[in-house]
C-alpha cells in the first residue's frame, strides 16, 4: 500500500510539474519597455509680467519646473491650456516606507483601477517659501513611470498595437503658463529669477512575451508539491509503520508464547 501511495504522489508530482512547465511556455502577458528618458523644455520668459511660457507635444509622466533666487510669500502658479494633470505638494518624494509618493497606487480593495492620491485640474499652485522651489507633476495616469508595464494580450501584433496606442494615446499638445503671483492676486516682478523646466518623455523600445525561467519555476513546482504530499503521507506512513511494527510485535509474541508451550 505505502509504495502504491508513493508511487502514485510521484505519477502526480511530475504530472503537475509538466503542467507548471508548459504553462511558461506560452503567456498571454507581454512586457512593455519605454526610453523613460528626461528631456530639457525651452522657456519663453517675461519676468516684468512674472510669466514663463513652454510647449510640450510627447508622451510625458514628470514634470519638473525648478526656480532660483525667486521671490518669497509669493505663490507659483502652473496652468495647461489642453488638459488636465496631477499635483500634490509631496509628489516624488520620500514617503514613510522610503518609497517615493506617487498619484496612483493599486486599488487593493477589489484588486482593479487605481487610486488617485493628487488633485486633478489644468492648474495647480504651490506657495513659495524660500528663493529655491522646486514643483513636479504628473500628466499621464496610463504611461508606466517605471518605463515598463505589463498587459495581456492575444499575440504580438495585437501586444504591439496595445503598447503604441497607449503611447499615442499620451501625446496631448498643450501651451503651459507659469506665473508668479502675490497676495493680492497680481503678477510679480520677477527680474533675475531662474527657472528650468524638464520632462520625462516615452518612446516604446521593445515588445515581447513576458518571459520566466521554466525550468526555474518546474523545479520549484515540483519542490512544492513534493513538500505538499510529504505532508500528506506523513500520517499515512507513520500508521503503517507503527502497524507494521505492532504486527511484528505481536507475532514475536505469539512465537514465544508456543516455543514455551
Same mark, same amino acid.
Given at each position: 500500500?505505502?509504495? #502504491?501511495?508513493?508511487?502514485? +504522489? ?5 504530472? $503537475?510539474?509538466?503542467?507548471?512547465? &508548459?504553462?511558461? $511556455? ?12 528626461? !528631456? ?7 519676468? &516684468? ?6 510647449? *510640450? ?8 519646473? &525648478? ?7 509669493? *505663490? ?15 509628489? +516624488? ?36 517659501? &524660500? ?5 513636479? +507633476? $504628473? =500628466?499621464?495616469?496610463?504611461?508606466? =513611470? ?5 498587459? /495581456? !494580450?492575444?499575440?504580438? *501584433? ?18 503651459? #503658463? ?15 529669477? +531662474? ?27 515540483? #519542490? ?8 500528506? =503521507?506523513?500520517?499515512? #506512513?507513520?500508521?503503517?509503520?507503527? !502497524? *507494521? ?8 509474541? /505469539? ?7
Amino acid at each position: 500500500m505505502l509504495r #502504491t501511495i508513493i508511487g502514485l +504522489g510521484l505519477t502526480l508530482v511530475l504530472i $503537475l510539474s509538466y503542467a507548471v512547465y &508548459s504553462a511558461t $511556455l506560452d503567456s498571454s502577458f507581454y512586457l512593455a519597455e519605454t526610453s523613460n528618458m528626461k !528631456a530639457m523644455l525651452d522657456v519663453d520668459e517675461d519676468p &516684468s509680467n512674472g510669466s514663463y511660457y513652454f510647449e *510640450t507635444d510627447t508622451p510625458i509622466t514628470w514634470l519638473n519646473i &525648478s526656480i532660483d533666487n525667486s521671490p518669497v510669500d509669493v *505663490t507659483l502658479e502652473v496652468s495647461s491650456l489642453g488638459g488636465v494633470w496631477w499635483h500634490h505638494p509631496n509628489l +516624488g518624494l520620500d514617503s514613510d516606507n522610503d518609497m517615493p509618493f506617487q498619484c496612483f497606487s493599486p486599488d487593493t480593495s477589489d484588486y482593479e483601477g487605481l487610486v488617485e492620491y493628487c488633485s486633478r485640474s489644468s492648474s495647480h499652485s504651490i506657495e513659495v517659501d &524660500s528663493q529655491m522651489e522646486e514643483f513636479r +507633476g $504628473l =500628466l499621464s495616469q496610463d504611461l508606466p =513611470l517605471s518605463g515598463a508595464w505589463a498587459f /495581456i !494580450a492575444d499575440n504580438s *501584433t495585437h501586444a504591439n498595437l496595445i503598447a503604441n496606442s497607449t503611447i499615442n494615446d499620451s501625446i496631448l499638445n498643450r501651451t503651459w #503658463t507659469v506665473r508668479m503671483i502675490d497676495s493680492e492676486g497680481s503678477v510679480v516682478n520677477t527680474s533675475g529669477m +531662474g527657472i528650468s523646466v524638464s520632462v520625462v518623455e516615452h518612446e516604446i523600445l521593445d515588445v515581447s512575451p513576458y518571459r520566466i525561467d521554466p525550468v526555474t519555476e518546474m523545479i520549484w513546482g515540483m #519542490t512544492a508539491l513534493i513538500g505538499c504530499f510529504g505532508v500528506v =503521507l506523513i500520517l499515512p #506512513t507513520a500508521l503503517y509503520i507503527a !502497524a *507494521t511494527v505492532k504486527s511484528k510485535k505481536n507475532a514475536e509474541s /505469539i512465537k514465544a508464547i508456543d516455543e514455551d508451550e
